[in-house]
């Protein structure tokens, strides 16, 4: 059985400085040199997991194979690393106190007072040792959220010093810091990494390492000030420059020997082999491509970046697959309208319409849907989109003028889209939709099969609403057919319209699977008919 050491990350002077793209890059380079690894986030915030929140508190919701709802950084590890994640990759502060409370009720404290030191830090250390408890991993990289100094943080900084002290050289900490520019001075300034440092020290954490985000070089004076003052080696002051994509940053981190450091503070003898060739591969069809496209996303959140990240991502990966660069030209729905349709869609060689909740910008979307069915334009919808192709099908194609789904309006004469009978009587909103990994059999003669080639798929899944079947008839009389269903429950999974030169519409969420190592084929299938259709 391997002995697990664990690699704690945490974030100072700011937020949003990438902690979890240097957590994933660790974890890439670690497994690139032969380390089974495996990376989880601890969200100090009260909510129990972020399916509640919506995207512009919390950016994308990542739904795990086991059905999780979690932190977009969960999306960043899958895709570097190519290994799913579970429940157990990410706690929040509310899930860490709602095992204690339920504990506490059981009565297994026996008498004692409950208290945030040892209680909760004791759950927060068995939740991080979840991950290493069977011997499966080398290395178990978790993140803390938010920021050094944050009040909601301070248990799971205790917690890491509990576990430094207990575990030795067996655990080590990364501090990703900014060291900001100042372009009146045009310098660089370690002040502020200074500071969160001693922060850190406050806490009784030292880290190991420090990793400074910075948009310029830092000198080899620099790096040795900031050893100095924060009680770290020259050699553990690393680098972090920004990169042309996010992509590049495993590299940059062995350019600066961050895994080499880690390996050297854990004790742990550093293999000479490290294998990158796939990944060097993908960065030279992503930096050179020999095509370009234009794919627009249509959503209600396409002004906020991190919205819809996972399908951002995964369009990325099906354009380095075709050698092809995608440029996204995001289109708010609530903004399109019959009369600016030509003008939105003018030069976009594909369309894909994105999951969604609730009805604002719903009518926007079925429009884009029609502008691509009408015009053969590639098309792409997925959960709401595809519940949205499935709704402007039975407007505009089979006449029902009101058709929509229960979910918008519960009244419709055409509820094409209903809520799924194990879903009518939840009360509770949260981790109760359809979640995670079902199984779907494709038909043989669909597009969705020439690009899987694959009889049997699984795909991940958050929804309450599904296609009706008591419409199936009708829909295939005219074209749109059924071409993936769940084989337990006859659910429809995937519609496709095969007059259409690409028109598929697929329930579950195919952007959670897709990862450097390996694209989604309908990812790559759907660059490919852009790429098609741009050429005509
Ligand atoms: N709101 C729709 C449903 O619940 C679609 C959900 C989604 O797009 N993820 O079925």
Redesign the pocket.
């Known amino acids: 059985m391997k002995k697990t050491k664990y690699i704690f990350v945490t974030g100072g002077v700011a937020s949003s400085l990438g902690k979890g793209i240097i957590s994933a890059s660790l974890a890439k380079l670690l497994q690139a040199r032969g380390f089974a690894v495996t990376n989880q986030k601890l969200d100090p915030y009260i909510n129990v997991d972020p399916g509640t929140l919506n995207p512009y508190e919390h950016g994308e919701c990542f739904v795990t194979e086991d059905g999780a709802e979690t932190d977009l950084d969960l999306g960043h590890y899958e895709r570097f690393t190519n290994v799913p994640t579970s429940q157990s990759n990410n706690f929040t502060t509310g899930r860490i106190y709602q095992n204690v409370i339920n504990k506490e009720r059981k009565g297994e404290y026996l008498g004692s007072t409950v208290q945030v030191v040892p209680h909760i830090t004791d759950e927060i250390k068995r939740c991080i040792r979840l991950l290493g408890n069977d011997g499966t991993y080398d290395f178990v990289i978790t993140e803390v959220g938010g920021t050094v100094g944050d009040i909601e943080s301070l248990p799971f900084v205790e917690a890491i010093r509990q576990m430094k002290w207990e575990m030795g050289r067996d655990c080590a900490v990364i501090h990703l810091t900014l060291v900001p520019y100042l372009s009146a001075a045009a310098e660089l300034k370690t002040k502020p990494t200074q500071h969160s440092v001693k922060n850190l020290q406050q806490q009784g954490v030292q880290p190991d390492i420090i990793v400074c985000r910075t948009e310029h070089h830092l000198t080899q004076s620099m790096k040795s000030k900031i050893a100095l003052f924060c009680n770290v080696e020259n050699s553990s002051v690393i680098e972090s420059i920004d990169a042309p994509s996010i992509y590049d940053v495993p590299i940059n981190m062995l350019e600066e020997k961050l895994d080499v450091e880690v390996l050297r503070k854990t004790n742990t003898a550093i293999p000479e082999k490290i294998h990158l060739e796939s990944w060097k591969r993908f960065l030279k069809h992503l930096h050179n491509p020999s095509h370009e496209v234009t794919v627009a996303l249509v959503g209600k959140y396409v002004e906020l970046k991190d919205a819809y990240k996972s399908i951002r991502e995964a369009l990325i990966h099906g354009g380095v697959a075709n050698e092809t660069k995608v440029n996204v030209r995001s289109l708010h729905s609530e903004y399109l309208n019959p009369e600016n349709l030509d003008e939105k869609f003018s030069g976009v060689d594909a369309i894909l319409v994105a999951?969604?909740?609730g009805s604002r910008g719903l009518e926007g979307k079925i429009l884009a849907v029609q502008y691509a069915r009408e015009h053969a334009i590639p098309f792409f919808g997925i959960?709401?989109g595809m519940?949205c192709a499935v709704i402007e099908f039975a407007r505009n194609v089979l006449g029902f003028k009101d058709a929509n789904s229960a979910?918008m309006n519960p009244k419709t004469t055409h509820p094409v889209i209903d809520i799924m009978s194990d879903q009518k009587n939840i009360g509770n909103m949260g981790g109760t939709?359809r979640l995670g990994v079902y199984p779907c059999l494709l038909e043989e003669n669909s597009k969705a099969f020439s690009a899987y080639h694959e009889k049997m798929i699984s795909e991940r899944h958050?929804?309450?609403?599904?296609f009706n079947n008591a419409y199936i008839d009708e829909f295939a009389k005219y074209g749109m057919v059924a071409t993936g269903r769940n084989p337990e429950r006859d659910l429809v999974e995937i519609v496709e319209i095969p007059q259409h030169p690409c028109f598929i519409g697929v329930q579950f969420?195919p952007e959670y699977k897709s990862t450097v190592a390996k694209p989604h084929p309908l990812f790559v299938g759907f660059i490919k008919a852009a790429l098609e259709n741009s050429r005509k």
């Open positions: 999951p969604g909740f959960c709401l519940q979910e939709m958050r929804h309450r609403y599904e969420h």
